[in-house]
Nanobody, 128 residues
């Protein structure tokens, strides 16, 4: 399985960016997917997840109300729409996929170890 994240780049504070993630070998629409990020010198941080089955989405408090996770089943693509970007959103963003087709309980959606496959990351820099 290979996950490919794309869409990163340089954005001004207050701007928007949409990240995309595709997978080869396992359909995105059939598995719980997540977005994580890692800023320089900091630990990996969970950003958002979308569960399989009910398609319920979850967000870290730091991005709630600004970011939206979604997936296009026809295109089999995962998205992260990021609005009102702040300098502290600067990080490498990773998409991740859970191997099991079963949904995850809410308390576990932000735990990196429940995801089995990871993309290579895409850099998002928020700066003027």
């Amino acid at each position: 399985v290979q996950l490919q994240a794309s869409g990163g780049g340089l954005v001004q504070p207050g701007g928007s960016r949409r990240l995309s993630c595709t997978a080869s070998g396992r359909p995105i629409r059939s598995h719980t997917m997540g977005w994580f990020r890692q800023a320089p010198g900091k630990e990996l941080e969970w950003v958002s997840s979308i569960n399989t089955g009910d398609n319920r989405s979850y967000y870290a408090n730091s991005v709630k109300g600004r970011f939206t996770i979604s997936r296009d089943n026809a295109e089999d693509t995962l998205y992260l729409q990021m609005n009102s970007l702040k300098p502290e959103d600067t990080a490498v963003y990773y998409c991740a996929q859970r191997k099991s087709p079963n949904r995850i309980v809410q308390s576990m959606v932000g735990v990196p170890s429940v995801y089995d496959y990871w993309g290579q990351g895409t850099q998002v820099t928020v700066s003027s």
